[in-house]
């Protein structure tokens, strides 16, 4: 069975790091394009971050550009994100999600994406 499962949310103070995790099972997730998304209340789910299959290629959403790091370990079919220099419209619930196919694109549009996880909190506020 296809699983995500995202961790590592909670709450920040402005300027503070967090490192989220995106554990894949079923799948290979080396293989697989991921993305991370998030969805503040009242607002649709967008696109921050993703990492494609194979070679590796990152995006980022611009208003997280420098400040989100995305990365991958195959060695534990897991996705991270590093986030610092967080700000309070950070705050949201965040995503990983899963394009399954190899050589799927790096893309920002959650229709793009099969299998996604939970979500976990993050909330950025003094």
């Known amino acids: 069975q296809l699983q995500l499962v995202e961790s590592g949310g909670g709450l920040v103070q402005p300027g503070g790091s967090l490192r989220l995790s995106c554990a894949a099972s079923?799948?290979?997730?080396?293989?697989?394009?991921i993305g991370w998304f998030r969805q503040a209340p009242g607002k649709e789910r967008e696109g921050v971050s993703c990492i494609r299959s194979g070679g590796g290629t990152t995006n980022y959403e611009d208003s997280v550009k420098g400040r989100f790091t995305i990365s991958r370990d195959n060695a534990k079919n897991t996705v991270y994100l590093q986030m610092n220099s967080l700000k309070p419209e950070d705050t949201a619930v965040y995503y990983c999600?899963?394009?399954?196919?190899?050589?799927?694109?790096?893309?920002?549009?959650?229709?793009?994406?099969?299998?996604w996880g939970q979500g976990t909190q993050v909330t950025v506020s003094s």
């Open positions: 999600a899963a394009r399954t196919l190899y050589g799927s694109s790096c893309s920002m549009e959650r229709y793009a994406y099969t299998y």
């Open positions: 079923g799948f290979t997730l080396g293989a697989s394009t």
